[in-house]
């Protein structure tokens, strides 16, 4: 189980480490939010893992066979919902420091990002074929729970240290220096709207 544990960190870091949008807007998040809604945001992206790793591990092969139909339609959607969250970040004016209903805010931003990260569904896929071809996280019952606590863990560390880092620019941001941010933010949130669309 221990080996089925260390397995699943590698493979979270693996697909959460290189930078997404999900990556993009948790940090763009922090800087704009604050750390308490930038964690409710990792902690959404990191839930949305949790449950691809546990489809993937119940079901394996069968939930790669089920997802791949609909892989065009759900990159097609996530591709729209980027490109509205670019958008409205590119149209906003710098707003100040609020410190009220951040715990309203941090629900909602966790909702928000646990269903932007679902959009994402050959997650499940990759978690699917890690269970298929390595035979020590499949074994039993214990390996895939393992495996899936491991992947989790992992997925939540990453997206918190995401969040810690936009959360330090938080409030020391001028209001041209936020603009500038918001507009990189939104363009690479752009960029990689066309590359989930057409990959």
Do not use: C, K
């Not at 993009?24 to 809604?37: A, F, M, P």
Request: glycine letters at 8%.
């Amino acid at each position: 189980m221990a080996q089925a544990f260390l397995l699943g960190v590698a493979a979270a870091y693996a697909i959460a480490i290189p930078v997404g949008p999900i990556a993009v807007l948790i940090l763009r998040t922090g800087v704009r939010r604050g750390l308490r809604v930038a964690a409710a945001a990792g902690a959404g992206a990191a839930t949305a893992d949790l449950v691809f790793a546990t489809i993937a591990m119940l079901f394996g092969a069968a939930a790669s066979v089920f997802i791949a139909p609909i892989l065009p339609a759900a990159r097609i959607v996530a591709a729209g919902a980027l490109v509205v969250i670019a958008v409205r970040g590119l149209l906003a004016a710098p707003q100040p420091i609020e410190r009220e209903s951040s715990e309203t805010r941090a629900g909602n931003t966790y909702l928000l990002f646990l269903g932007l990260t679902m959009l994402n569904p050959p997650t499940v896929i990759y978690f699917a074929s890690l269970a298929i071809a390595l035979p020590e996280v499949s074994a039993d019952l214990g390996s895939r729970a393992a495996f899936v606590i491991g992947a989790f863990l992992a997925s939540l560390s990453w997206q918190e240290l995401l969040a810690v880092g936009g959360a330090m620019l938080h409030g020391r941001l001028t209001p041209r220096l936020q603009r500038t941010t918001a507009v990189v933010s939104s363009v690479i949130i752009l960029a990689l709207a066309a590359r989930v669309a057409f990959a």
